[in-house]
């Protein structure tokens, strides 16, 4: 299982950052990969990987690991949903904010 930054064990909001440095081990030592947000041109290029809510852009990325396989492999970039009518749900049952983030991977 892959590895992220500490910060992905506090559950302060933050904002959304342009890119993120996501860590994993492997037999080889530890690897580094880099995702950006992408915008709307960029998606052209990309197929979704998965839609996830959470509190905070790391939420999302633990629950997009855990739940797609080959999650740190495959993933290439992310978009947040601004006003996603689910996050509202989710944020209006738990009194807590939720965002709405969409994983893609590059076409090959």
């Known amino acids: ?3 992220f930054p500490k910060q ?7 904002p959304v950052q342009k890119k993120i ?3 994993k ?3 080889w030592g530890r690897v580094a990969k880099e995702i950006t947000e992408l915008s709307e041109e960029n998606l052209k290029e990309c197929k979704l990987l ?16 855990k739940h797609c396989k080959d ?7 992310f978009r947040v ?6 996050a509202k749900i989710f944020s209006e049952t738990t009194g807590k904010e ?11």
């Open 8 to 14: 992905i064990c506090s559950l302060a909001r933050r």
């Open 1 to 3: 299982m892959a590895s």
């Open 25 to 27: 081990s492997s037999n």
């Open 21 to 23: 440095l996501l860590t």
């Open 50 to 65: 998965g839609k996830g809510f959470g509190i905070d852009i790391y939420h999302c990325l633990y629950l997009a690991n």
């Open 71 to 77: 999650f740190m492999d495959r993933v290439a970039g």
């Open 81 to 86: 949903i601004k006003d996603d009518e689910q």
């Open 98 to 108: 939720y965002i709405s983030v969409e994983f893609y991977e590059t076409i090959k």
